[in-house]
């Protein structure tokens, strides 16, 4: 495929590729991957350096934590599990509690957790969910105290959402990309909103803040101020 870009033509043989879906990439990929996996399938001493890196990298391990209120958040990663498990305690000691833990999400660990932004007197969690390794996520509420997820606020297709909380914590401004399979994969920033979900209300009536650009080269976020005065909703402009 060829594109005139400032006056230039510019070939593109590999455009063919960018369509995951159809067979054509699908039988190509299974082409190179049998083919690969002819020549890293005969090195010697693959097994010892497989696992000599297992060693390396199979580490127990917590990062550092993040303050909302009284409590403090962190991950702790296991050297025994696929995926780190999202914790928290109180910030003055007690027992570190389990908030989320993705290898219990599903029978083959195909569930992560992605974003996840508790509010700022650290009661309430919003945080997203991916399935089958995909961009597209969900995103939850859960009451901190007691690990119970809110059967309202799900929304769905929140792959660019990254919450940002009001001071009191009852809502946040996210995001948001219409879950609607008719749209081609590249064309879906330019549908991005940026809009505000109040606790417990249905995400559906959810207020639009900034409408899309209808661009696809360009992306949405926002962020609220602490203290809830500023919001700053911006536009990045990409290109592919």
Same mark, same amino acid.
């Given at each position: 495929?060829?594109?005139?870009?400032?006056?230039?033509?510019?070939?593109?043989?590999?455009?063919?590729?960018?369509?995951?879906?159809?067979?054509?990439?699908?039988?190509?990929?299974?082409?190179?991957?049998?083919?690969?996996?002819?020549?890293?399938?005969?090195?010697?001493?693959?097994?010892?350096?497989?696992?000599?890196?297992?060693?390396? /990298? *199979?580490?127990?391990?917590? $990062?550092?934590?993040?303050?909302?209120? !009284?409590?403090?958040?962190?991950?702790?990663?296991?050297?025994?599990?696929?995926?780190?498990?999202?914790?928290?305690?109180?910030?003055?000691?007690?027992?570190?509690?389990?908030?989320?833990?993705?290898?219990?999400?599903?029978?083959?660990?195909?569930? $992560?957790?992605?974003?996840?932004?508790? $509010?700022?007197?650290?009661?309430?969690?919003?945080?997203?969910?991916?399935?089958?390794?995909? !961009?597209?996520?969900?995103?939850?509420?859960?009451?901190?105290? *007691?690990?119970?997820? $809110?059967?309202?606020?799900?929304?769905? !297709?929140?792959?660019?959402?990254?919450?940002?909380?009001?001071?009191?914590?009852?809502? /946040?401004?996210?995001?948001?990309?219409?879950?609607?399979?008719?749209?081609?994969?590249?064309?879906?920033?330019?549908?991005?909103?940026?809009?505000?979900?109040?606790?417990?209300?249905?995400? *559906?009536?959810?207020?639009?803040?900034?409408?899309?650009?209808?661009?696809?080269?360009?992306?949405?976020?926002?962020?609220?101020?602490? !203290?809830?005065?500023?919001?700053?909703?911006?536009?990045?402009?990409?290109?592919?």
């Amino acid at each position: 495929m060829n594109e005139v870009l400032h006056g230039t033509a510019v070939a593109d043989p590999y455009r063919w590729l960018e369509d995951g879906a159809s067979p054509g990439v699908q039988a190509w990929v299974a082409r190179q991957h049998a083919l690969a996996r002819g020549y890293l399938d005969a090195f010697e001493g693959r097994g010892v350096l497989a696992q000599r890196l297992d060693r390396l /990298f *199979s580490l127990d391990s917590v $990062s550092p934590p993040h303050r909302a209120g !009284d409590r403090l958040f962190f991950r702790r990663h296991h050297a025994d599990r696929e995926q780190a498990v999202l914790c928290w305690s109180e910030a003055g000691g007690g027992d570190e509690q389990v908030l989320i833990d993705p290898n219990a999400l599903s029978a083959g660990g195909t569930v $992560s957790l992605g974003a996840w932004v508790p $509010s700022y007197d650290g009661r309430t969690l919003a945080f997203a969910l991916h399935e089958n390794g995909a !961009d597209r996520a969900t995103l939850h509420v859960m009451d901190v105290a *007691s690990g119970t997820l $809110s059967p309202v606020d799900r929304i769905e !297709d929140a792959r660019y959402a990254s919450p940002s909380w009001t001071p009191e914590g009852d809502g /946040f401004y996210y995001t948001w990309l219409p879950p609607d399979p008719s749209i081609p994969e590249d064309q879906r920033p330019g549908f991005a909103e940026v809009r505000f979900h109040a606790v417990g209300c249905d995400p *559906s009536r959810d207020p639009v803040v900034r409408e899309r650009t209808g661009n696809p080269e360009t992306f949405h976020s926002v962020w609220l101020s602490r !203290d809830g005065h500023w919001l700053v909703a911006s536009v990045s402009t990409f290109s592919g």
